[in-house]
Nanobody
Framework: QVQLVELGGGSFQVGGSLRPSCAPSGFSFSHFSMAWFRQAPRKECEGVAVINKENWTNYARSVKGRFTIIKDNAKNTLGLQMNSLKPEDTAMYYC??????????????????WGQGTQVTVSA
């Protein structure tokens, strides 16, 4: 059974950093595109970052230059290095995967498998 489990959320201060991770089980994610999404209360789900099989990446404008998506093939984990945190980064963060290997879209409806999410809260 294919599953994704996110870890590493919590409460952080403005300007701080964190690195949540995503651990897939039941498949090796190195062959597929993997992405991070987030959803804040009363807002639509937003694509944050995606990395494909060839390690090409795509980022949302709101996080470009602050967030880095990291794929560790040896450990079969996906990370999201989040720096210079802002209050607007507060959201539930989800990792997701698609069966496509070169996919770089940040549209949520193009990803079939999702984790349960990890909450990130940023405050002053």
């Amino acid at each position: 059974q294919v599953q994704l489990v996110e870890l590493g959320g919590g409460s952080f201060q403005v300007g701080g950093s964190l690195r949540p991770s995503c651990a897939p089980s039941g498949f090796s994610f190195s062959h597929f595109s993997m992405a991070w999404f987030r959803q804040a209360p009363r807002k639509e789900c937003e694509g944050v970052a995606v990395i494909n099989k060839e390690n090409w990446t795509n980022y949302a404008r709101s996080v470009k230059g602050r967030f880095t998506i990291i794929k560790d093939n040896a450990k079969n984990t996906l990370g999201l290095q989040m720096n210079s945190l802002k209050p607007e980064d507060t959201a539930m963060y989800y990792c997701a995967t698609t069966s496509l290997d070169r996919h770089l879209s940040l549209r949520a409806n193009e990803y079939a498998t999702w984790g349960q999410g990890t909450q990130v809260t940023v405050s002053a």
